[in-house]
């Protein structure tokens, strides 16, 4: 994007990012069990909705998604839209690319913005892991299936007949990668082993997470962020008194049949978590049209791959390869930034990519960079908490990094954030965002 | 026809109406193997000089076969293999299959047919066949070689489209426990302990790679691939046909297996072989692991059981010759 030039419309104008909401997000099978992902969706967008005066207003378009979907939400986006406050007329689509969903609703509605085809937008992501989708077995899908293709009694009755005691058991969605069979996590433990990420740097990470989040949440950060919902008021996985003493005392939960010790627990990974998020984009023109003060643009987005299926990188290498890409093209360094948000699907995976960008042998032959992209202060990661303490309903995280920020660069005066976010599929995204 | 595999003068090429039907070939093999077995016990043994006198002549043909969309989207989708409208070599396989049971049913195959082993599969790729294109099949015993454990028979299956040869097969099944030649075993132990030497199949010294998949093989998922295989051999679907055989429970088909790590290998291109090697057999239910002798590198595949670590096969795909 940065690298854009000007096109028939004139020129490239910046997207800025204006705010956020979202409903606090809850561990899976808790207060949020019952209700489905349009219902959360259509709750964040009615909260944003209050919260920038936005009700009968016709917006450029709303992009969302999830990653656990039913086939009956199609549309998702849309219903939610119509469910919404919002005037009827405003348009919607829906997104998937994993974990990344949720920013790369953001890149959309930032892109069109930018081309001046809207003038404002709203980009927005949810996921339930308690309301997901159950599908039936193959032998009983495909024997439906042939029954109702049936045209005669008697095909239909030899078409049910083939079913069996085995077929009518339900198949819950599992995290399991549909090209390998391994679980998330086992893919994760894999290179968390590769790259000798210590069990003690783990848990660190976690109890930082926490300790920030909790602290985020007492100060009142998330006051104009989120929007309680169904008798929950803050994220539900958050343990503000946890330790790294007592996540030592977790068992390990993955990477226990590799010849390494196994350090990835429950305590360390993210649970699976209910929750929706949304964030409100527009031009400078429109925001001050609606009297709404901008908070940071997004100013770049560079998404990348890997060839995990091979062994060739984890599956959740892809950022390590998107953020030096993004680097490049916006002739920045890896420590010209106040604040970095690399999404913790575990606390390994962070670790992991900050081993790699430090690791010289991987900058030059993987990344091609003549020396290794170095280190961070610590200190600037993930500084108001992320999804090991505050979950991650997978499309939903994208929204909920990008809405928070944006409003702690505004707050601190700060100048310059790198987002990352790794997704199944062995996918990666990364976003540059800028003060206002 | 390539060259190669002409049938000579001395070959009288059958061709079928259409498909046998396997239920009865099966039944055909049971009845064959006890016969077999008894007449070898009468006969005395050959020398292994004579091993090309006793390859049958007869070769099996079916001219013009389509494979159905249905059975294949199937058989695609239960072997982890995209629906595409190109043939994957393992349903190649699974449409040779009945002219090679053909083959090794046939009154002038010397060795009984039940309770052969599968122990590797060589195909050569030149070009994968596509859904609507009608194929020429022939099946064939390759040839007829002592081993250690018994004897060995390669029966060769050539896939045709017109003229152009696409694909050339070659099923190793061992007869265990059958001694057709008087000598030769030596010098196959010999190659199979140099194999073992260099780490090829010595089961104690394997050592897994990092898993890259993990693959479930249940009865019900075994079953299915009988019926969309046609290979309806008792030995995987029958837990007493399976015990008389020597196994604790029913067995996993091994192109099963295979085809699930070359749906994993997903090899591309024109011109390449692959060449699959099965050691312990996958008993029922199992979790098996697959992983990659190279990472980066999805040539090089090996499968082995989660748990106790013993392979189950070696898959590996390099250029045409």
Redesign the interface.
Known sequence: MASQSTDTQGKVRPAAILGGNRIPFAKANGKYAEVSNKDMLTSALDGLIARFGLQGVRLGEVAGGAVLKHSKDFNLTRESVLGSALDPATPAFDVGQACATGLETVASIAQKIRLGQIDSGVAAGVDSASDAPIVVT??LR?ALLAASRAKKPADRVRALARI?P?DLVPQAPGT?EP????SMG?HQA?TTA?WGISREAQDELAARSHRNLAAAWDRGFFDDLVTSYRGVYRDTTLRPDTSVDKLAKLSPVFGK??STPATMTAGNSTPLTDGAATVLLGSREWAAEQGIEVLAHLVDVEAAAV?F?????GLLMAPAYAVPRLLERNGLSLQDFDFYEIHEAFAATVLCHLAAWEDESFCRERLGLDAPLGSIDPGKLNVTGSSLAAGHPFAATGGRIVAQTAKHLKETGAKRALISICAAGGQGLAAIVEAA | MAPAHQPGPQHSTQVLDGTPALRRLFGRAAVASVAKRRAQDKRLPASSADAAALVPPARFALRQVTADAGELTRFQHHVGESATDRLPVSYVHVLGFPLTLKVMTDADFPLPPLGMVHTANRVQVHRLPSLDEPLDLTAFTRTLAPHRRGTVAEIGLTVHSGRELLVEETSVYLAKGVRLFSDGGEQEAQAEQKANARGQSGRDEFEPPEPAALWRFSPVDVRRYAALSGDANPIHTNPLAARAFGFPRTIAHGMYTAARALALQAPGGAGWQWAVRFAAPVVLPATVAAGFAEPGDRSGLVAWHRRSGKPHLWSNITPLD
Not at chain 1, 179 to 182: D, E, H, I, K, M
Not at chain 1, 309 to 313: F, P
């Open positions: 193959e032998g495909r069996r085995a399991a090209r390998t069979g391994l086992e894999l590769q049949s590799l060839d299926v091979s062994g060739r990188d």
